[in-house]
């Protein structure tokens, strides 16, 4: 049995989605014979409550030179992230500020402290990520943040007043010595403010599509608060967001340096009363998920032998686990359109379905568009109105599987 990432007790998979490829390895057709594959096993602890992978992919197989993930592809990420921006350099900033991001990627968050003069680095190890920031004047360096690297920085700049990070930090396996850099970088009044997809939404949602590859960890209030005070810091403060399908946002001091605000004790009731403590909350989530894996391939196969076209709308690291444990094959699903370059002509993980221009779906709709990027669902319908006046329905899967007519 694999050990808990974070406090060593032997845990077992809850659920397992069988042999899965790296999410984000699009691929072409000559690479297809060296395709990487594990298995993808998500299991509890019930020591410390985290819910984690039980086996995990090397970093350097998922985050190189070629990651193909740029964050600035959406407007409404890039909001978002204005906003926490704003609040950090309205409430969180001492005299002569310093900001830290890790997984910083081409600068979607720092670009707002970059742009105000203040002093900001960005902690990106996929290189041509990091470069397209340096580019944008974000200074960036493409390293992997821990203790070592704190201590430099430190030397280097000081200490900082906020060590931010955004959807990186549950990708991080030895996650002990991300938080004891943070206990070294962070000022006596500094705040380390993540967020990362909540494990509450994933539960409440079977927002299974959660689970690949990048995310070894699957965060709650109580698992988090057992792993920051591990190293002498707290959570002060927390707040659900609800970007990719529901995140939260943790605040985390230096223990005693800040109040800590109601919404913690709150959001910790919260997750009793849903169960996220005890081991039946996660045989009910795999039946949850089996059963929409069942749902969504009766659906397609349906529509398989009406003769209808489905195309796939959003070539998502998510997709991945979708396709690949549902078995959604390219004889079921035309194409996946998506507006990345650099994922365009090339074929999805495992499925080896079809990459095509947004252009391609623009130009003949299909009767049905199976929506990948569901947490982005709202902005992405309100684009594609053309698409519903020309008669086509949407196929979403999240909370549960149904047509949106
Ligand atoms: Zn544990």
Redesign the pocket.
């Known amino acids: 049995m694999p050990n ?1 990432l ?2 060593r ?1 032997p845990i077992e998979p809850f659920i397992s989605f069988g042999k899965m490829p790296i999410a984000n390895g699009f691929l072409n057709p000559e690479e297809f014979p060296h395709e990487h594959f594990f298995d993808l096993q998500v299991g509890f ?1 019930s ?2 409550k ?1 819910v984690q992978l039980t086996e995990l992919v090397e970093q350097e197989k998922m985050f190189h030179g070629n990651y193909a993930f740029f964050s600035s592809t959406s407007s409404r990420m890039a909001e978002h992230f204005r906003r926490l921006a704003d609040t950090v350099k309205r409430e969180y900033l001492g005299p002569d500020p310093f900001v830290v991001e890790i997984g910083s990627n081409d600068g979607i968050m720092l670009q707002n402290f970059a742009q105000a003069g203040i002093r900001h680095l960005g902690i990106e190890p996929s290189a041509n990520v990091a470069e397209v920031a340096r580019q944008k004047g974000i200074r960036t360096i493409s390293e992997f943040f821990n203790e070592d690297l704190a201590r430099r920085i430190v030397a280097e700049y000081g200490q900082a007043d906020a060590f931010m990070g955004a959807n990186v930090v549950c990708h991080i396996p030895y996650l002990h010595s991300v938080v004891a850099g943070v206990k070294i970088l962070l000022k006596p009044k500094g705040l380390m403010i993540f967020e990362d997809p909540y494990l509450g939404d994933i539960v409440a949602k079977t927002s299974y599509d959660q689970v690949y590859d990048e995310h070894a960890f699957y965060f709650s209030v109580m698992s988090v608060s057992y792993l920051v005070a591990q190293h002498g810091l707290e959570i002060i403060d927390v707040q659900p967001q609800t970007v990719h399908g529901g995140s939260m946002r943790y605040f985390i001091g230096h223990k005693g340096a800040h109040p800590i605000k109601p919404m913690v004790a709150a959001q910790l009731a919260k997750e009793e009363a849903m169960g996220l403590q005890r081991p039946e909350t996660y045989v009910r989530l795999r039946e949850n998920i089996e059963r929409s894996r069942t749902d969504l391939m009766k659906l397609l196969r349906d529509i398989k032998q009406q003769g209808k076209r489905v195309a796939c709308y959003a070539a998502t690291s998510k997709s991945t686990t979708v396709t690949n444990y549902c078995g959604i094959t390219p004889d079921l699903v035309e194409f996946i359109s998506d507006t990345t370059p650099i994922k365009q002509g090339k074929y999805s993980p495992g499925a080896h379905i079809p990459v095509k221009p947004y252009e391609e779906f623009k130009k003949r709709y299909p009767d049905y568009a199976l929506l990948f990027g569901w947490n982005h669902g709202e902005e992405i319908m309100a684009k594609e109105q053309a698409f519903k006046a020309a008669g086509g329905k949407w196929i979403v899967y999240v909370p549960k599987v149904q047509v949106l007519e």
């Open positions: 808990c974070i406090c007790t602890c020591q410390c985290m």
